[in-house]
């Protein structure tokens, strides 16, 4: 699997300020069937979600499951 090089490049994006990862959450993780999303400490100490493996199939149970709707998933102009 291809290594995400940036957030901007990735179908699943994580909105920080709304991420739970740091109070133990981590339901987009655990839901994805590609187990492409981790959790990791940002600079300022906050945990946070991120696409580690840019391979998504646009199932959406990350972001249907997010309790906080902190994940977006892009889904391609041609796939929708």
Do not use: H
């Amino acid at each position: 699997m291809p290594l995400a090089q940036t957030a901007t490049n990735v179908p699943v994006t994580i909105d920080d300020d709304k991420c739970i990862a740091d109070k133990g959450c981590t339901v987009c993780v655990d839901v994805c069937p590609l187990d492409v999303l981790r959790i990791t400490e940002t600079p300022g100490g906050k945990k946070t979600a991120f696409m580690k493996y840019d391979e998504c199939w646009y199932c959406m149970p990350c972001e249907s499951d997010c309790p906080t709707g902190a994940v977006t998933v892009t889904i391609p102009f041609l796939l929708k």
